[in-house]
């Protein structure tokens, strides 16, 4: 017996445990997720009116006063509660479309404090409608007649859902006030009451069973990126409401601006000074809060990447001593630091965006700028460009200083930047002066027909071959391959041809003999090397009989193809879109956690029950005639052996076929063939 039942339960498993899970969802966990509305605890039809609960509770109340029924503190709570969320028809409104109840504490705190006591004790009201009137503050409503006029904008659209009704919406009045104010100029900002029924069901999530809600109660934050127009791509923020979190997911997940990160007076140094390229310039930031940078100086850090790096520093007083090394005095304050042994440029005080970036501008090369692919037509150092001064200057010159990353090129860096700034001041002399050996490099720079700069010669090896091709060019160029590294400086001469530049030369195809021929660059080149000594007045002089001989002598037109220079920086990390900020960890985990709260909001379909409950059904009735066909007896067609026993047989008859020989086809079955013979074999055994 035991055998079978075991047998049965086996065979029955799946419609057994289909039934167990139907139970369980139907008794355990959709009530649950079906609580007792308040109109049940009112005893009431769901969407009654305000003067339908009225009603109900002054009904109530009689019963009460004449002795026929008296609650428990616990059940009059819970009827007063709904009677005062009923009643009020902003709160009652926000219950019956998003089942809002964000008061719903005040039953069980209110319990509390009254425990053991009368209902009569009990002091009322229980809620308060008067603190969480959040009209005043609000600001750039959307009305059903704005919400789709305002995706003409191309900036990013962050809103609010809120209600005039709700405390929590009250209590984030003035952290929005302060996010509205830091996103102002790189995304626009609105709010849509509740009351706009339309649009808040457009921006609220759905149940599988249709009823509109917000996970997160409110204040809702919803945010549509720019080119974004439909509900497909809007991104809800599921995050603490503090400032600091709200804009700072805004601007990664929705603007896509990089995070400038904090550092200490210990981390400073080695992770973001030493990591830094040497041809940006740093920017500092010293904040007394520790509050992330504020968008605009991330969308600066975003454009600004090719020039400068970002980072930030809380201000501590007890480590004044370490940031007066700086020029930094007190927070807040910006410092931009440049070429070594430049003094740092330090602003105290707070800044508004215009004027910072009008800083960031000016400030956003090194005093000696560094010849690189970004910035080559911008310096003016290209063959395929043109003079600072402009298309009508055909003759330039870029004085270059070459050599690898260490002591030896940042101190003649340090003399090329001098040289830079004596030249700079002895444009304002005459020639009358006794720095008239300086006057003509000092005019050529002020006219942008002269420009200084110096290339990484490791990094820019075939560009630094090119110019210096000798043969102690490896001590300045390529990787380090002899124990001494020397700066060299040479100084290329430009010129263009303006009969080539007016007239448009009409391109021909290449004959098969041409094709091999590379282009070469539309400017000529000539370069001198530079032999002398680091005297600053030795250097100016050599400069200014360059652009002397170069300007008066009718020099050779030779034009090459100059080496490509090889971009420094790899790309940046924002460059490649939202999905690319997010780590493949991290999407993993998003993604296990929208597959958890899909499953949680499923547990609340009360279809899932009765669907439990038909599949067990089906598959128990399945199951059962399967087994009862296997166990009904087989009836034979055919007489059985006793049968066949008791009968008697016929007599069977044998028709012999007698055919004759000739009218059999000849067949290799045959047992001896027509006209067959053995033939005699020789020799054999």
Known sequence: MAGDLAAKIKAYAVPLTLFSLAMLYQLVLLPRSFPPSHYDVLGIKTYSSIEEVKEAYENLESKWSSGLEVPTTTEFIKIRYAYELLTNPIWKRNYDVFSIDEQLHVVEKVSQQYAGEKFSNIELPLLHADASDTGDDAFNVITSKDFQAMFQDSKPWLLQVYSSGSNHSAQFANSWKRIAALLNGVANIGMVELGEIQ????????????????????????????????????IRFEGELSVDAVTDWFAMAV??????????????????????????????????????????????????????????????????????????????????????????????????????????EQNKHQELPQLRS?????????????????????????????????RELDSMREVMRRVQETLSKSSELNAESEEEHS?????????????????????????????????????????????????????????????????????KAKSIWEFHQ??????????????????????????????????????????????????????????????????????????????????????????????????????????????????RPVQSSQPSQADNDDKPRPRERRKDRKLSNKDLPPSITDLEPRDAYEMPLSDSD
Request: glycine share 8%; aromatic share 12%.
């Open 374 to 406: 970004l910035t080559s037509e911008e310096l003016g150092c290209d063959a395929r460009g043109y003079s600072r001064a402009g298309r009508d200057t055909l003759t330039w010159y870029c004085a270059i200083l070459a050599g690898r990353l260490g």
């Open 255 to 360: 603007l896509n601006l990089p995070r400038i990160f904090y550092y200490s007076k210990e981390s400073l140094g080695p992770r973001f000074l030493a990591k830094s390229s040497p041809h940006k310039v740093k920017v500092i930031f010293f904040s007394e809060t520790g509050e992330r940078a504020t968008p605009v100086m991330r969308q600066a850090a975003k454009n600004y990447w090719n020039y400068a790096t970002f980072s930030c520093v809380l201000w501590r007083e007890e480590e004044f001593s370490v940031w007066t090394t700086f020029g930094v005095e007190s927070a807040p304050a910006i410092v931009f630091l440049k070429d070594p042994g430049v003094k740092p440029l330090v602003y105290h005080g707070s800044v508004n965006d215009s004027w910072f970036l009008d800083v960031l």
């Open 518 to 631: 590379q282009e070469v660059d539309p400017a000529a080149q000539l370069s001198v090397t530079y032999n002398g000594s680091a005297e600053i007045s030795q250097i100016i002089q050599w400069i200014s009989n360059i652009i002397k001989d170069g300007d008066s002598r009718n020099l050779p037109f030779y034009r090459v193809k100059t080496p490509e220079l090889v971009p420094e920086d790899a790309e940046p990390f924002w460059s490649r879109g939202q999905q690319g900020i997010l780590s493949k960890s991290m999407g993993a985990k998003q993604k296990i956690q929208g597959i958890i709260i899909q499953i949680y909001d499923y547990l609340g379909d009360p279809r899932i029950g009765p669907a439990l409950l038909l599949g067990s059904l089906l598959s128990f009735g399945s199951i059962w005639l399967m087994r009862s066909q296997q166990n």
């Open 439 to 507: 006057i003509t490099a000092a005019v050529a720079l002020k006219d942008k027909r002269l420009t200084l700069g110096w290339l990484d010669g490791e990094v820019q090896k075939n560009y630094c071959f090119f110019y210096l091709n000798t043969e102690n060019s490896y001590e300045t160029c390529g990787p380090r391959r002899v124990p001494t590294d020397v700066a060299r400086l040479f100084i290329v001469r430009y010129e263009r041809n303006a009969t080539e530049d007016t007239v448009k030369v009409e391109k």
């Open 199 to 234: 649009i808040a069901a457009y921006l609220a999530e759905r149940k599988p069973t249709g009823q509109f809600f917000f996970r997160n109660g409110l204040p809702l934050l919803v945010a549509f990126p720019s080119g974004c127009k439909t509900s497909d791509c809007l």
